[in-house]
């Protein structure tokens, strides 16, 4: 399984940016997706999550609003629509694929939020 994340990037804080991971070598549309991501001496935590049947969406109190992740099984790729960006936003994203008891990580893409 692989995922390469996509996106990220150098952004003023109220501007937005979209990420996109690519899954390969995994039947994509069975499994959850997660977004996290990790801010410098900060744990890792769960931005948003979106569900292999009917899409069901949860995120994070902290960019709830702001912040939307969607997938598209025929392109084996889950997206994070993130609007209205604030300095504290600044990590380095994840995408995660879930399968059962195990998963896979993508190797992580910067995004900084700084006028």
């Known amino acids: 399984v692989q995922l390469v994340e996509s996106g990220g990037g150098l952004v003023r804080p109220g501007g937005s940016l979209r990420l996109s991971c690519v899954a390969s070598?995994?039947?994509?549309?069975?499994?959850?997706l997660r977004w996290y991501r990790q801010a410098p001496g900060k744990e890792r935590e769960l931005v948003a999550n979106?569900?292999?049947?009917?899409?069901?969406?949860n995120y994070a109190d902290s960019v709830k609003g702001r912040f939307t992740i969607s997938r598209d099984n025929a392109k084996n790729t889950v997206y994070l629509q993130m609007n209205s960006l604030k300095p504290e936003d600044t990590a380095v994203y994840y995408c995660?694929?879930?399968?059962?008891?195990?998963?896979?990580w993508g190797q992580g893409i910067q995004v900084t939020v700084s006028s």
């Open positions: 995660y694929i879930k399968m059962g008891f195990f998963g896979s």
């Open positions: 979106i569900t292999s049947v009917g899409g069901t969406t």
């Open positions: 070598g995994v039947t994509f549309s069975r499994y959850a």
